[in-house]
């Protein structure tokens, strides 16, 4: 139950799993155990994720927002101080920049372009009532993006000091990717807009690559990622980004 559960919904957390089943927490967690050794899930603080492979995968917003969530946190913290007050932004869809949303309350002043619902949903409760949010209009993707002709249409028409842009994936050659060739079309899009390109991405991101190239590693001008970044993928970023970042994170042993 708990493997179907997993693969139909992206991911299971330990709390829920307990009430569901009247079992102990222990009892869950070995389940866990036993289907992460035998590769059928990914364990993750709180829980566990279905495993994702193929090009084409794209998890839901649920399923990836309890993965990497230290250094997703780590990474928009450091990312947010790139921010200027009274600038125009643009956001893309993921939940790493929808971490950094989250992080962006105190910056006033800002116009904020995106085309994640999420991220817009997080905007519209900020404290800062000067905020100009602007959300694209589309198509809605399994990662709450808005992507497709309308979204491109409304983005082409814009001009944008820095674009945040997450990505599915971060490799040499194929650059950085997504699952989604709609939404790849969008990210294209937002990132002309921009003036100055900033992606964040975690460690987990390098050398996993999605069917649709978005931008090249020489196309950004900052890199975002944290210290569990491979010595050879510093070595990539920093010769072909701009500039490379690197937040640092509390270490944490990792429950599920």
């Known amino acids: 139950m708990i493997l179907e559960e997993a693969r139909r919904t992206g991911a299971v957390r330990v709390s829920e799993l307990v009430g569901r089943l009247g079992v102990s927490d222990m009892t869950v967690r070995r389940d866990l155990d ?3 050794g035998r590769g059928l899930v990914e364990k993750v603080y709180g829980g566990a994720t279905s495993i994702v492979g193929k090009s084409t995968d794209e998890p839901g917003f649920e399923a990836k927002s309890v993965r990497q969530r230290v250094q997703k946190e780590a990474i928009a913290e450091l990312a947010a101080g790139l921010v200027r007050p009274g600038t125009a932004i643009g956001i893309s869809a993921g939940t790493t920049t929808w971490t950094l949303a989250r992080a962006l309350d105190a910056v006033p002043g800002l116009t904020i372009v995106t085309n994640s619902i999420q991220v ?10 000067e905020r100009t949010v602007v959300l694209t209009g589309g198509v809605r993707t399994p990662s709450d993006a808005l992507v497709g002709p309308v979204a491109v249409q409304s983005l082409r028409t814009l001009h944008l000091d820095v674009v945040f842009l997450g990505v599915h994936g971060m490799a040499d050659g194929p650059g950085f990717t997504t699952p989604n060739l709609t939404e790849s079309e969008t990210d294209r899009a937002l990132v002309e807009a921009g003036r100055k390109l900033v992606v964040l991405a975690d460690h987990t991101k390098w050398g996993t690559v999605g069917i649709s ?9 900052v890199v975002v990622s944290d210290d569990g970044l491979a010595e050879h993928a510093r070595e ?3 010769e072909q980004a701009g500039e490379l970042m690197i937040a640092e994170t509390v270490a944490e042993a990792e429950e599920a």
């Open 34 to 36: 036993v289907l992460a």
């Open 120 to 129: 817009a949903d997080v905007l519209r409760g900020s404290s800062q009532t």
């Open 213 to 221: 190239t978005i931008a090249d590693l020489n196309e950004a001008d």
């Open 236 to 238: 990539v970023l920093s």
